[in-house]
């Protein structure tokens, strides 16, 4: 990957482009306003300040957004090295805060890869400092390669989840999963079709057989810390072309059709990010990676299909993939991998963007302690997410006459009953479903440290709940 180690901590070095940032009316002359740009023309440099709005409301996706802009702006102008000042933002959130910053310049500066012929863009080097008063202990520059390492992973997922169907069959997934993985302590193992089928992954089979692009199981293993017992479990949806099989999509939907690996795509990303931290933890990311198509070997509505779990699950929709394809992995990370806790992560419902939009993903889970982690880590990364109730009535939605389970709800609740179907093949396993749909793609950036396409969404969240391991022994 490109572009990935443009930022380091400020030397001394020359600069073209210095920003500061100011909340408003912290100084004359300069209203303050939130995003608002002025300019300081010199003859070899270009300085500028960012507003910060109101002190008081300037929150943690405020300081990425100051961060991103200030970045684009420079690009805009053509400044290839500059100095941004970190201490606004080591003030209000600490080392949070220079996450926030690292993150507000790498994604401001992310552009998904192309296929065209061009000339390779000149990069824009960034150097960031901070009083010094604000780096007594000497950390900042720990701190700023931890969050470079982090984004690392985000950028990874966003690259993923941008290329084309054709560009990243199950078997290319696979490649570029072992590849990112050479040179970290990170075990990965590809399983074929004819391993996944000696195994009994039948539910995972129904939905792969259907295309001449052979499905693999792509299972990985951090292991940070051989003193803990604990083994977080990251399952995480991998369809890399989901046609919605029989089911099939509207026209309108099909360009989109590329992206349901995201949830696969975040898992490995923040696997990653902890491998190069060395983040105290053990994590295994199990990713059922295959594609939805038509064919004569596609499951059909109506057809009752069996799963490593021993589970019968009748088929109300062939678009309701990602949940069979998840039981199984889910199975296969309990019964082979010895996890202590779950989480699946996936683009698994259209249903969660008509609640919360594209800013917010929808959280089940079974067991408090377990949430109260999640939610920790998730103050950590500042990436929104929203508990849906699991309640016994929701249950029943998923009961099918003929079957075990049924992977479509026969009462309504799309987004709460595919978490309800996930949860029968979790238990008794702590267990946490998050639904990204929304958050993990964008055709008009909302926030200014996104770009049209991958959001990289859960990365950083899943990031921060291994490191809550780390915290909580």
């Known amino acids: 990957m490109e572009n990935e180690n443009r930022i380091q901590r400020y030397q001394g070095e020359p600069v073209d ?7 408003e009316g912290e100084v004359s002359g300069f209203s303050g306003e939130y995003l608002k740009v002025r300019y300081y023309w010199g003859e070899e440099k270009a300085d500028f300040w960012i507003g910060l709005g109101k002190k008081e409301s300037f929150g943690r996706i405020d300081c990425k957004e100051a961060f991103a802009k200030a970045v684009k702006e420079a690009k805009a102008l053509e400044r290839r090295r500059i100095c941004l000042d970190l201490t606004k933002a080591l003030e209000r959130f600490g080392k949070d805060g220079v996450t926030d910053a690292v993150e507000g310049c790498m994604l401001g500066l992310y552009e998904p890869e192309t296929f065209r012929e061009k000339e390779k863009e000149e990069q824009i080097e960034i150097a960031l400092f901070a009083s010094r008063e604000m780096d007594g202990d000497g950390s900042l520059d720990a701190w700023i390669r931890e969050a470079k390492h982090l984004m690392e992973g985000v950028w990874f997922a966003r690259h993923m989840v941008n290329r084309p169907g054709n560009k990243l069959t199950p078997e290319i997934f696979a490649g570029e999963l072992k590849q990112e ?13 004819q391993q996944i089928q000696r195994l ?3 539910a995972f089979l129904a939905v792969g057989k259907s295309s ?45 059709i590329k992206g349901d690996m995201a949830g696969a795509a975040a898992a490995a990303g923040a696997l990653y990010a902890m491998a190069k ?63 202590t806790k779950i989480l699946d992560i996936a683009t698994l419902t259209g249903a969660v963007v008509a609640m919360f939009g594209f800013t917010t993903a929808g959280v089940m889970c079974d067991d408090d302690a377990w949430y109260e982690t999640f939610e920790a880590a998730a103050g950590h990364s500042a990436e929104q997410y929203w508990r849906l109730p699991i309640f016994k009535e929701y249950k029943k939605m998923v009961e099918s006459k003929i079957a075990d389970v049924r992977n479509l709800s026969n009462g309504g609740c799309a987004s709460i009953t595919a978490g309800m179907f996930l949860k029968t093949f979790a238990s008794p396993l702590p267990w946490i479903h998050v639904d990204i749909a929304g958050t993990a ?33």
């Open 277 to 339: 931290n060395q983040v105290k933890a053990n994590v295994t990311v199990v990713i059922p990676s295959c594609e939805n198509r038509i064919s004569r070997e596609s499951f059909l509505p109506g057809d009752v299909i069996g799963s490593l779990s021993g589970k019968n699950i009748e088929i109300g929709n062939t678009d309701a993939e990602g949940r069979l394809i998840l039981a199984d992995a889910i199975t296969y990370a309990i019964q082979n991998e010895r996890v």
């Open 441 to 473: 793609w964008v055709d008009s950036p909302i926030w200014e440290f996104q770009s049209a396409g991958a959001t990289g969404a859960g990365v950083t969240t899943l990031y921060y709940l291994g490191k809550e391991q780390e915290n909580r022994r």
């Open 17 to 23: 482009g210095e920003v500061r940032f100011f909340y």
């Open 200 to 202: 009994g992954m039948e």
């Open 212 to 256: 001449a692009n052979p499905p693999r199981l792509i299972v990985m293993r951090y292991r940070g810390d051989a003193d803990s017992e604990e083994n977080y479990g990251f399952i995480g949806k991998g369809v890399t072309c989901d046609t919605g099989g029989y089911c099939l999509k509207p026209a309108a939907s099909m360009l989109g």
């Open 181 to 193: 993985a050479e040179g970290l302590p990170i075990q990965v193992d590809i399983l074929e079709e």
